[in-house]
Structure formats: C-alpha cells, structure tokens
C-alpha cells in the first residue's frame, strides 16, 4: 500500500486539510458512545479530509524524523506511521457508518498485500465498531416492535454483541425464553448511504485510499446497486427464510431462524448461534482449519448452483465458527439471487475453461454475453492467462493450498491497471452477476489464505456442479450426502 497517497484524498493540499480538520475536530473526537452519525454530503466529505489532513502531518513528521536515522529506526518510524495512520481511519469510518464504513471492512479481508498494522485495524470494522447509544436503540425498538426492550424481550443486553456498517446487534431473550440476537438499524443510516452513494467522487477517494493503483470502477458500482438492499431487513429476512428452509437439518451449516413476530424493516430478530469469531478460527488446529474451509467452500459455490443465491456479503464478521467444520452464516442483507441463464452462463464458462480447456470457446462465451468485445484482438495465451487464474483451483485434480499470496494476487488480477493484463482489463465489461460473482470469489479466497486453506478443489467443486454430480470425495461430502438422501426422501 502507497501510503504516500494517504495525505493528498483529492484535496490539493495539506493546508486545505488542516483548515477542515480545525474545523471538525470535535465530529473526529466525538464519544465513542455517540449517537450521531452525519448523513449530509458535506459533513461526511469532511470527515475523509481529517484523514487526510492527519495522514499528511503523521507523514512529514515520519520523514523529518527518519533523514539522520538508520535504516532500522527509519523501518521503526515507517510501521509507526502505518498503525498511526491506520487507527485514524479506523475511526473516522467507524463513525461514519455506511458505504464508507463498509469499503474500510472490505480493505480488511480483501487485501492481503495491506501492511499488516493496517489490516488488523480495519479488522475492527467488521463487527467491532463503536456503538451507537442505548438511548437511540431504544427509540428505534419502541418505534419498530411497539415497545421498549424491556417490554418486548424478557431480557435485552444493553451493549451490543458486535457493531458493524448498518446496524448493531444485542443479545436478548424472549418471553418463551429464546435466546436470540437483535439486529438495530442505525437511525439516519439510510440517510448517510445515499449521501454517500451519491457522492461517486468520495467513493473513488476512498476506493484509491485502500487499493491504490486499482480501478475502483467495478466495486463502486456493485455497492451503488447492492448496498441500499442493505437498509430493508424485511427483505434481509425473507432472504434468511429462504436459506434457512434450504439448510434444515445440514450435518455442517446453519442458518439461524427468523423470529417473524419481532422483525421489521428496521429490527431483526433471529436465534442466537453459538460459536467464535474467525480471529479464534484461524488459531486452531490444521485440521480444524481445513474443515472450516471445505464448509466455507461448499456453502459458497452449493448454493450458487444449487440455490440459484448467495449471501453477497462474504466478510468474516458475518460468519460464526465451531470445532469439526460447522458453521453459522449470518446477515443475508446483499443476498444475490440469480436467474438460471446466468447460473447456465456459468455453467458453460466452467465447461469451456476447465472440462474441456478450450479456450476458443470460452471467449465465445465471454464475448457473446459482453465480458470482452468482439473488436478486442488478444491472442488466446493471454487470455487463457489472464482468466484463467480464476480457475486455477478448480483446473486439476490436485491438492492446492489457498495462500495470502495467492489471495493478493487475485485481487490484483481483477483490478490492477498497471498490470501486463492491462489491455483486457480496460477492455472488460463485468455484467452484475460476474461482479458479485469475483467478490464471492475474492473474499473466499481472502479467507482461505489467512486459514491456509489446502484442498483438492477440483474434486469437491465436482460434487457440486450440476451437471457433473460427482460422488463424495470426502468425509464431509459423505456425511451432506447422507443429508441429502434423507432430506429428498422425507419430502418425497
């Protein structure tokens, strides 16, 4: 990461960012506790240049420090800086809420080429926000269910479980003694969204701020047409309702049930799933961890080809972890249903690429539903180069492990101008269902680095696609198998 670029954030200088930064001080330094989140374009531009203007000054002290150091104490001023520069803007984004917020959450997981001080400080973005008020949790309940906490729940936590881009979650039990979890929509986080979503210029600072030298396009325009789903939570449970019933009973992934009879479009109620975060996850055993990532790789990919839908969403706040490979899928608010000729297109990509190794084909394919132009002249090696690393995995029967590096690669082959790809991807014309498409991808593979993830993907991926229907070619796939049968022969 050019951290050289963090001072400029489009404002032409640092003294501009000065003035605002005197200027907002008290919005940057507010409690964490607070309630307020700025929901109008000028504030929150605002907010971006206190980044800046602090990045600036961290900068030039790091460098007016480090001209008569040693190399050593120059590398010890660099990674300060880093962290300084990283907790700035964990904090201002957390504040922020919304789009912002959720880019910083992406930064976290997708880049695995980010100094690591910066990651672990993004990191905090994925549930560990600062909270917003119990007051203002309150008002929202008693608006929303039609009473306070206390009246609604036998028991409510006041401090939430985890806090994230859209809203908070707190842990409650109902009167029937359920425990369960409650999700609370920030109040004016709507309003927040669409400030930003409509100030394309903040999103392509930022973008350039965490993925410098990568074409922000693509991820810009998914969270201009994807986020605001976020905002419904009555739409979310539907989403959740769906997986539910489709994962009843899986000997590996749960799905926690929506309580109806206190959800709205602002407040979601769900069962309480038992677990630990992804940080404890990737702390245990091998084989602990190639559990988790069969599990992961299965619900990804099964549910794209067998439910025609995914969770869109794939970060590791949104996952909850438990011993022998299980796992609790939570937040379907970027769920994305597919219709079943993209589901079919992507049959077919997969049949040219990796069955059959036909390159010609597969950039028919690509051309005729507008990936690539019919007037581009590459020759097929680059092509077969340039996306074939997407199926790399998948492309032999082999035991491949998922590393970090492979991971920046990845994400570096889809939005690195610079490349020697560069030609293909100025070019390249994502329809919506790929761009969602190489998020699942890329955050997937995110994940599989930091559990170092080994596998022979190939054969799994076999089990899964519908049209091969490979047998089980693990205990896991055993066991779903077994599931299935039973599933098919009680509704039979």
Same mark, same amino acid.
């Given at each position: 990461?050019? #951290?050289?670029?963090?001072?400029?954030?489009?404002?032409?200088?640092?003294?501009?960012?000065?003035?605002?930064?005197?200027?907002?001080?008290? $919005?940057?330094?507010?409690?964490?506790?607070?309630?307020?989140?700025?929901?109008?374009?000028?504030?929150?531009?605002?907010?971006?240049?206190?980044?800046?203007?602090?990045?600036?000054?961290?900068?030039?002290?790091?460098?007016?420090?480090?001209?008569?150091? !040693?190399?050593?104490?120059?590398?010890?001023?660099?990674?300060?800086?880093?962290?300084?520069?990283?907790?700035?803007?964990?904090?201002? $984004?957390?504040?922020?809420?919304?789009?912002?917020?959720?880019?910083?959450?992406?930064?976290?997981?997708? +880049?695995?080429?980010?100094?690591?001080?910066?990651?672990?400080?993004?990191?905090?973005?994925?549930?560990?926000?600062?909270?917003?008020?119990?007051?203002?949790?309150?008002?929202?309940?008693?608006?929303?269910?039609?009473?306070?906490?206390?009246?609604?729940?036998?028991? @409510?936590?006041?401090?939430?479980?985890?806090?994230?881009?859209?809203?908070?979650?707190?842990?409650?039990? !109902?009167?029937?003694?359920?425990?369960?979890?409650?999700?609370?929509?920030?109040?004016?986080?709507?309003?927040?969204?669409?400030?930003?979503?409509?100030?394309?210029?903040?999103? @392509?600072?930022?973008?350039?701020?965490?993925?410098?030298?990568? &074409?922000?396009?693509?991820?810009?325009?998914? $969270?201009?047409?994807?986020?605001?789903?976020?905002? +419904?939570?009555?739409?979310?449970?539907?989403?959740?309702?769906? @997986?539910? #019933?489709?994962?009843?009973?899986?000997?590996?992934?749960?799905?926690?049930?929506?309580? &109806?009879?206190?959800?709205?479009?602002?407040? #979601?109620?769900?069962?309480?799933?038992?677990?630990?975060?992804?940080?404890?996850?990737?702390?245990?055993?091998?084989?602990?961890?190639?559990?988790?990532?069969?599990?992961?790789?299965?619900?990804?990919?099964?549910?794209?080809?067998?439910?025609?839908?995914?969770?869109?969403?794939?970060?590791?706040?949104?996952?909850?972890?438990?011993?022998?490979?299980?796992?609790?899928?939570? &937040?379907?608010?970027?769920?994305?249903?597919?219709?079943?000729?993209?589901?079919?297109?992507?049959?077919?990509?997969? =049949?040219?690429?990796?069955?059959?190794? +036909?390159?010609?084909?597969?950039?028919?394919?690509?051309?005729?539903?507008?990936?690539?132009?019919?007037?581009?002249?590459?020759?097929?090696?680059?092509?077969?180069?340039?996306?074939?690393?997407?199926?790399?995995?998948?492309?032999?029967?082999?035991?491949?492990?998922? !590393?970090?590096?492979?991971?920046?690669?990845?994400?570096? =082959?889809?939005? &690195?101008?610079?490349?020697?790809?560069?030609?293909?991807?100025?070019?390249?014309?994502?329809?919506?269902?790929?761009?969602?498409? =190489?998020?699942?991808? #890329?955050?997937?593979?995110?994940?599989?680095?930091?559990?170092?993830?080994?596998?022979?993907?190939?054969?799994?991926?076999?089990?899964?696609?519908?049209?091969?229907?490979?047998?089980?070619?693990?205990?896991?796939?055993?066991?779903?198998?077994?599931?299935?049968?039973?599933?098919?022969? =009680?509704?039979?």
């Amino acid at each position: 990461m050019n #951290l050289k670029r963090l001072p400029l954030l489009g404002l032409g200088s640092i003294a501009v960012g000065g003035a605002l930064f005197l200027a907002f001080r008290k $919005l940057a330094h507010r409690s964490p506790n607070s309630s307020m989140i700025p929901t109008q374009r000028v504030r929150r531009s605002a907010q971006l240049a206190i980044v800046g203007a602090r990045g600036g000054g961290n900068y030039v002290s790091m460098k007016a420090r480090g001209v008569l150091a !040693t190399e050593e104490r120059r590398e010890e001023l660099r990674s300060e800086f880093e962290l300084q520069t990283a907790e700035q803007v964990t904090q201002v $984004l957390g504040n922020m809420r919304g789009a912002m917020m959720k880019l910083g959450q992406m930064a976290s997981y997708l +880049d695995q080429g980010l100094p690591e001080p910066v990651r672990q400080s993004l990191a905090q973005l994925q549930s560990n926000a600062p909270p917003m008020a119990y007051a203002l949790v309150k008002q929202v309940i008693i608006e929303e269910l039609g009473g306070a906490p206390e009246v609604m729940f036998a028991e @409510f936590a006041q401090l939430p479980l985890a806090a994230a881009s859209i809203g908070q979650v707190h842990l409650a039990t !109902t009167h029937a003694g359920q425990k369960v979890a409650v999700k609370v929509q920030y109040p004016g986080v709507d309003r927040a969204i669409a400030a930003d979503l409509d100030n394309t210029d903040l999103l @392509f600072q930022m973008m350039n701020l965490l993925f410098p030298g990568m &074409d922000p396009g693509p991820i810009v325009a998914e $969270l201009k047409e994807r986020i605001a789903e976020e905002l +419904d939570y009555a739409l979310e449970a539907e989403h959740q309702r769906m @997986f539910a #019933l489709a994962y009843a009973g899986h000997p590996y992934i749960h799905i926690p049930q929506v309580i &109806d009879s206190l959800s709205t479009q602002r407040v #979601l109620t769900t069962e309480f799933a038992e677990g630990v975060p992804f940080s404890e996850a990737i702390a245990w055993s091998d084989e602990e961890r190639q559990l988790t990532a069969e599990c992961l790789y299965r619900f990804a990919f099964g549910s794209i080809y067998q439910l025609h839908a995914f969770n869109g969403d794939p970060h590791p706040g949104n996952y909850v972890f438990r011993p022998g490979g299980q796992i609790t899928f939570l &937040d379907f608010g970027l769920c994305k249903r597919f219709s079943a000729a993209e589901v079919q297109t992507f049959e077919e990509m997969i =049949q040219a690429m990796v069955l059959e190794k +036909d390159i010609g084909k597969f950039r028919e394919i690509i051309q005729g539903i507008g990936i690539l132009p019919l007037d581009l002249e590459v020759a097929d090696p680059e092509l077969q180069e340039y996306f074939g690393h997407f199926y790399e995995f998948v492309l032999d029967e082999q035991v491949m492990e998922i !590393t970090p590096e492979y991971s920046s690669q990845s994400v570096r =082959q889809f939005f &690195d101008l610079s490349g020697p790809h560069a030609e293909i991807m100025k070019a390249a014309n994502l329809p919506p269902s790929m761009v969602i498409i =190489q998020r699942i991808n #890329l955050g997937l593979f995110a994940l599989f680095g930091d559990l170092q993830a080994r596998g022979n993907w190939r054969q799994i991926a076999e089990e899964l696609w519908p049209f091969v229907q490979a047998p089980p070619s693990t205990p896991m796939g055993e066991k779903i198998a077994d599931w299935q049968n039973a599933t098919a022969t =009680q509704q039979a």
